[in-house]
């Protein structure tokens, strides 16, 4: 049982650059989640889709672009990097988008952007 | 003022020892509340969830809320290396709501 794969692990990236992280959860659950974690400041919500084909804005959207085209994955996109996207990135999925459904995350990809 | 305050910590206590941690918040309106352990470089995982106020036990932990002062804790008894982890707390005002997420208290049991 697998559950939640990112990819990649970690990456460096230069400036400008387009970066798509991915996310691939084999529970069959509706709802997923990209959330971005910086020291202090603690689990920050990006993007989210209650359902494939649906997403909607989180918390600090800017920068960033998402796509919901089936159940299974929810890749992420960062259009042209900037420094202040360095960050640890996580996917999560639940069951269904509510704040006592049980969000189960991946490993997490460790973005630099120099 | 952030919704969800929690100590960074990091908290170091001796294995064995009882341990205390808190979160506060701001927004009256939150009903539920989750806990969330982090292991260092993973993923957080659901550890505990409880309804309005009270008391909450499983196993060795024990979530408590107390609504009229905006107050969360959890307890971790007979604390072992194991639970040496970040602990996040995650209240909402709505069981269709998203979680408002703590920062979370870094917790180091010594052997």
């Known amino acids: 049982i697998a559950g939640i794969t990112q990819a990649p692990t970690s990456q460096i990236l230069a400036a400008g650059r387009r970066m798509t992280l991915r996310c691939t959860q084999d529970?069959?659950?509706?709802?997923m989640y990209w959330y971005r974690q910086d020291l202090g400041l603690g689990l920050r919500l990006i993007h989210y889709?209650?359902?494939?084909?649906?997403?909607g804005k989180g918390e600090v959207p800017d920068g960033y672009s998402v796509s919901r085209a089936n159940t299974d994955d929810f890749p992420l996109t960062l259009a042209s990097a900037v420094p202040s996207q360095t960050s640890v990135y996580f996917c999560?999925?639940?069951?269904?988008?509510?704040?006592?459904?049980?969000?189960?995350f991946g490993p997490g990809t460790r973005l630099t952007v120099l | 003022q952030k919704e969800v305050e929690q100590d960074p910590g990091p908290l170091s206590v001796p294995e064995g020892a009882i341990v205390s941690l808190n979160c506060t918040y701001s927004n009256s309106a939150f009903q539920y509340f989750m806990w969330y352990r982090q292991y260092s470089r993973k993923g957080p995982e659901l550890l505990m969830y409880?309804?309005s106020s009270g008391n909450k036990e499983d196993g060795r932990f024990t979530a408590q809320v107390d609504k009229s002062s905006k107050y969360i804790s959890l307890f971790i008894r007979d604390s072992q290396p194991s639970d040496s982890a970040t602990y996040l707390c995650?209240?909402?005002?709505?069981?269709?709501?998203?979680?408002?997420w703590g920062a979370g208290t870094k917790l180091i049991i010594k052997p």
């Open positions: 409880t309804y």
């Open positions: 995650a209240p909402s005002p709505d069981s269709n709501y998203q979680l408002i």
């Open positions: 889709s209650n359902t494939a084909g649906t997403t």
């Open positions: 529970m069959r659950h509706n709802a």
């Open positions: 999560a999925s639940s069951p269904d988008r509510g704040g006592t459904d049980t969000q189960y």
